[in-house]
C-alpha cells in the first residue's frame, strides 16, 4: 500500500530548537495574544526530539 503526503516544510536533525521556534510558532503569538486559536502539531519517530522541541 502507498500512501503519499503534503507537507509544507520538513526539519531535520540538524535544525536547531530555535530556528523552528522562529518559523512555526512566533509568527502564530500576537493572533494568540488577541484571542485567536492555534495548533502546534509535532509529528516523528519516538525519541527524535518532539517534546524537548516543544518544551
Known amino acids: 500500500r502507498y500512501e ?3 507537507l509544507d516544510f520538513c526539519y531535520g536533525q540538524e535544525d536547531e530548537v530555535g530556528q523552528i521556534f522562529l518559523r512555526e510558532v512566533d509568527p502564530i503569538l500576537p493572533g494568540l495574544f488577541c484571542g485567536s486559536n492555534a495548533t502546534v502539531f509535532a509529528y516523528g ?3 527524535s ?6 518544551q
Do not use: D, I, L, P
Request: glycine letters at 16%; proline letters at 0%; charged letters at 15%.
Open 45 to 47: 519517530a519516538t525519541g
Open 49 to 54: 526530539g518532539k517534546t524537548y522541541t516543544m
Open 4 to 6: 503519499s503526503y503534503k
